[in-house]
């Protein structure tokens, strides 16, 4: 499975972002996607999954300020990221739970104070 991610940029504290993740065969095939951050000089965090059920998860830190979603038609999960704090400040990936862990490139999101 091939992912693409989109949709980074810079914001300022408070704005708004919405990464978007395309993957190249049906999501409905995959167990879960989900998106990971790497902030410079920090380990990578999980931030968030969807599950084929559509259960989902979120780290604690974005709890009520992010939301997941899947589009099955269209083969892309999002993550709407809003309030947004300078610690957001990362690079996101977009991976996918299969018979394999799949990675897509990251996206840079920066937030200025």
């Known amino acids: 499975v091939q992912l693409q991610a989109s949709g980074g940029g810079l914001v300022q504290a408070g704005g708004s972002l919405r990464l978007s993740c395309a993957a190249s065969?049906?999501?409905?095939?995959?167990?879960?996607i989900g998106w990971y951050r790497q902030a410079p000089g920090k380990q990578r965090e999980l931030v968030a999954t969807?599950?084929?059920?559509?259960?989902?998860y979120y780290a604690d830190s974005v709890k009520g300020r992010f939301a997941i979603s899947g589009d099955n038609a269209k083969n892309t999960v999002d993550l709407h990221m809003s309030s947004l704090k300078p610690e957001d400040t990362a690079i996101y990936y977009c991976?996918?739970?299969?018979?394999?862990?799949?990675w897509g490139q990251g996206t840079q999101v920066t937030v200025s104070s």
């Open positions: 991976t996918a739970w299969g018979v394999a862990q799949y």
């Open positions: 969807i599950s084929l059920g559509g259960s989902t």
């Open positions: 065969r049906s999501i409905v095939s995959l167990n879960a």
